[in-house]
């Protein structure tokens, strides 16, 4: 209902919706669940007093209306506003929370918004078969990311993400999220045998607790103990294939349990996966040993995100890099990360590069500081994150997408040279070294990057 997603005869610019919370209307084709509005309906709906009852879809938090007002919203003289893409058509989608059982095994705390990875495949299923329906371009805007997974590729989303990312009409991109500075994300040699690596992590009083990722690449691997604020030791916990296990300690009522995944993905590696029941608030101690060839191996360990924690449980010697969340760390996508555009400084909490692989990741920065939108009711207010970043791209995609396909200039664009595009044109800061870990290849420059094609 929000007037920059409707054009002035006060029709709707969203072409498509599906909203997977709602069940008592018609899911999209293919598709056995959730509710899809299309834009007919939707005009119909606002052409009620109340629209709600025809379209019962609702922005619970905020996010979906700013991400999409940055992207594509109209024009609003009057706030002094304007969308990146600001003519073209908006389709969404509304993901469902994650099931509860998940919730609990993964201990993500109560407020927390978290949803289900085969969700989000769907969601890109449904945009994908709206776009083939209507014969159009798209881009996907992914604003969602996890600390699980191994911060390259493997897993389904991003193997997804890669397999359409080469599609002709079709560009994605991710925001880089905001852990760079949640010390949820810690890295070191893998230490032999005969030495160890203590690792220390706090937790916070009232923790109902969190899961824990080490990762190695094969052929290393790892083993170790586990000390807790009182002292008491789990001692010997050892990596091995398929194994599970569940500890328990005599003097406080912590619960750990580990499972181990070998291999995992595509590039097969070592996955030890640690869940913290009711820990004990305080100073724990993870005394790491290992097994190696190449002495240069290294191991890293992932705390959740940070809202799905909260405040107070992290590691005291954290590694502010590879901390862009999955499924941004995907080498085929854009990858967005976040500046403050008043005085050119990186924005503190956004994830860093490289990715675990190496490869360059973010591959951009944009605004991502305050920055002014709109709200649900049709108000405005300011939001900070690379969600935001990422939307600008989004929208900057949409128009190289207009000018490349629908003004028949250039018909092959793919995520790949629209992504070399905005390079080429982005902003970068003389004496410094590019690419790096904060801004990737520069500051988005949309108009320079037509410039380039100007010339070239």
């Known amino acids: 209902m929000h007037p920059i997603f409707r054009y002035s005869d006060g029709s709707t610019r969203i072409i498509g919706i599906w909203d997977q919370t709602i069940q008592t209307g018609e899911p999209p084709a293919g598709i056995l669940y959730g509710s899809e509005y299309t834009k007919e309906q939707i005009d119909q709906a606002l052409k009620l007093d109340d629209p709600y009852q025809l379209v019962p879809t609702t922005d619970d938090n905020g996010h979906g209306t700013f991400m999409a007002g940055i992207a594509a919203g109209g024009e609003d003289v009057d706030n002094d506003f304007i969308g990146a893409a600001p003519r073209a058509a908006i389709a969404m989608v509304k993901l ?38 209507l014969n159009m371009p798209v881009v996907i805007l992914i604003t969602l990311g996890t600390n ?18 080469s599609y002709i009409g079709l560009c994605t991109v991710v925001s880089g999220g905001n852990e760079g500075n949640e010390n949820s994300h810690y890295r070191s040699r893998v230490p032999s045998m005969e030495n160890s690596e203590t690792v220390e992590l706090t937790v916070a009083e009232g923790s109902i607790g969190f899961t824990m990722e080490f990762w190695t690449t094969i052929p290393a691997s790892i083993s170790f103990s586990i000390i807790s604020p009182t002292g008491e030791r789990i001692r010997d916990m050892r990596a091995r294939p398929g194994r599970h296990e569940e500890f328990h300690f005599v003097f406080e009522s912590t619960v750990i349990t580990m499972d181990y995944i070998i291999p995992f993905g595509i590039e097969g590696e070592n996955v030890v996966f640690l869940r913290f029941i009711d820990p004990t608030p305080g100073l724990w101690r993870l005394i790491v040993s ?83 939108g709109p709200s649900p009711g049709g108000g405005f207010t300011s939001q900070s994150g690379a969600s935001v970043a990422a939307a600008h791209v989004a929208g900057s995609a949409a128009l190289m997408l207009e000018w490349g396909m629908a003004r028949s200039n250039i018909y092959s664009m793919d995520t790949g040279s629209i992504k070399g595009y905005l390079i080429r044109g982005a902003d970068r800061t003389p004496n410094s070294v590019y690419p790096n870990r904060e801004w990737g290849y520069g500051r988005l420059n949309l108009y320079q990057s037509f410039e380039q094609l100007r010339l070239s």
């Open 290 to 372: 290992g097994n190696f060839i190449n002495p240069e191996e290294s191991f890293d360990i992932w705390l959740p995100v940070r809202d799905f924690m909260g405040k107070g449980t992290y590691f005291l010697r954290p590694d502010p890099y590879v901390t862009l969340t999955d499924p941004a760390n995907t080498p085929r996508v854009i990858t967005v990360s976040a500046y403050n555009h008043r005085d050119n400084s990186v924005y503190l909490r956004s994830g860093r590069g490289f990715n675990r692989n190496g490869d360059i990741k973010p591959d951009l920065a944009a605004p991502g500081v305050n920055v002014f």
């Open 148 to 165: 699980m997974g191994g911060h390259s590729t493997g897993t389904y989303l991003s193997n997804l993400l890669s397999n359409i990312s």
């Open 96 to 133: 469902k929370e994650a099931k509860p059982y998940l919730r609990e095994y993964f201990r993500v705390k109560e407020e927390a918004y978290a949803v289900q990875e085969n969700d989000i495949m769907m969601g890109i299923r449904y945009l994908l078969d709206l776009s083939g329906r």
